[in-house]
């Protein structure tokens, strides 16, 4: 895998593809700026090396129309603070300005290009407009997991252009290496803890992991769909009937692959979908009608704690309950205290894919666990076992 380190950029123009799609508020001023402290140690090296980076992001969906609210200006203080240089600004991310800019930037400068997607052509992929950017630097680096999965002109294409002179940046190639770390060379036992609210969403992974972990914990919204296939009550619980052979299925192939599957035994079951609701701890499979279950219960905390301590390696996906809900928040914390335990006990824990994500930066476990990813629909396919396209490009 090359990465960076195998680079010296000395005197040499770095065309970085960052991920600086971050929120901004109604005043375009940046609300979570996480994205551009995580791609800092890359920028940083290229300078120190002595040389200069050209950045390239896209922000938004302007869907190939200038949109002045989604121009990437407004983050230019905010990315100037970060990485303790003035960055300079291209008005259009290809083309005579872009080009001028380029050829103006001296060692140790940072030259960020405008939304690469107020064309449409990248996110056609098309090879003209990739090789246009091709023209904005001398070594290529992919820094952006959270589009590693697309096939676009700036994460994938361009990379045609740098045959010999392509690399990883360090947030991508930390994503990759921890992925590979669950997926291929985890310390056993490995576990993988799925939540969320549906199984059609997840079936892809559960079907990838298979082959991959010891243990499987099953949680959230999910669950009632395998509870009630196994002939189980869920009362009024969130369920996808026809998703109910495919459950069984799925127990099934675990079991005949040895892995083991842990499905809550008791849920907190609630009168209405609402943080006032009455609530009560019933059995998973006697949940009476009228009631849904919104948490794990007490007792299938326990369970699932003894199976995350015994683990060397952790993967996480999805909460285990309503976690929006302050009332049914508990048991996606628990689960959070216990992942945080096995890690200070020398485990290896991933966090990766949606609402899990949200919820560990919510709770406070984001330095608890080993690795948060920073690409959603990244992380799921790559869970799901497909190769993307943005690290194909680079390792070909
Ligand atoms: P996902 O994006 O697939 O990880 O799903 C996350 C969503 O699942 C969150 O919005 C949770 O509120 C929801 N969820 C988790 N447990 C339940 C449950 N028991 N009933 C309904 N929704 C749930």
Redesign the pocket.
């Known amino acids: 895998m090359r990465t960076i380190d195998d680079f010296n950029f000395k005197d040499k123009k770095a065309l970085v593809r960052v991920d600086f799609n971050v929120p901004l508020n109604e005043e375009l001023k940046v609300t979570d700026a996480t994205r551009i402290e995580a791609a800092k140690p890359t920028i940083i090296k290229i300078l120190e090396d002595g040389g200069s980076a050209v950045l390239m992001s896209h922000l938004g969906r302007p869907k190939g129309q200038v949109n002045d609210s989604m121009s990437l200006k407004h983050i230019l203080n905010k990315a100037s603070e970060i990485i303790g240089v003035q960055v300079k600004f291209a008005e259009n991310c290809v083309g005579e300005k872009a080009e001028a800019a380029v050829a103006a930037l001296k060692p140790g400068e940072v030259l960020l290009l405008e939304n690469l997607r107020f064309h449409a052509e990248e996110e056609q992929g098309d090879e003209a407009f990739a090789e246009q950017l091709s023209k904005l630097g001398d070594i290529y680096v992919n820094d952006a997991f959270g589009t590693a999965h697309r096939a676009h002109a700036s994460t994938t294409i361009v990379a045609r252009f740098f045959p010999e002179k392509k690399c990883f940046g360090y947030l991508l190639a930390r994503e990759i290496e921890a992925i590979d770390k669950v997926m291929k060379s985890g310390e056993k036992p490995v576990t993988a803890i799925l939540?969320?609210?549906?199984v059609s969403?997840?079936i892809t992974i559960i079907e990838n992991i298979l082959d991959k972990v010891d243990n499987l914990i099953i949680?959230?919204?999910m669950?009632?769909t395998f509870v009630k296939a196994q002939g189980g009550r869920i009362g009024d619980?969130?369920c996808e009937d026809d998703k109910q052979d495919l459950a069984l299925s799925i127990l099934e192939k675990a079991k005949s692959r040895g892995v083991n599957v842990y499905l809550p035994v008791d849920v907190v079951a609630a009168d209405a979908?609402d943080n006032n609701a009455e609530t009560k701890v019933c059995p998973v499979d006697q949940i009476p009608d009228g009631w849904?279950?919104?948490?794990a219960g007490p007792q299938t905390l326990e369970n699932f704690k003894k199976v995350i301590l015994e683990s060397r390696t952790l993967l996480w996906?999805?909460?285990?309950?309503?976690?929006?809900m302050e009332r049914?928040a508990k048991g996606t914390i628990a689960l959070g205290e216990f992942i945080e335990e096995a890690t200070k006990n020398g485990a290896f824990s991933l966090v990766g894919?949606?609402?899990?994500v949200a919820a560990v930066k919510q709770f406070g476990f984001e330095d608890k666990v080993s690795y948060v990813s920073t690409g959603g629909g990244a992380m799921l396919e790559s869970l799901e076992g497909k190769t993307l396209p943005g690290i194909a490009a680079i390792l070909k």
């Open positions: 939540g969320g609210a549906k969403s997840k949680g959230g919204g669950t009632y619980s969130i979908f849904q279950g919104l948490d996906n999805g909460p285990v309950g309503v976690f929006e049914f894919g949606g609402d899990s």
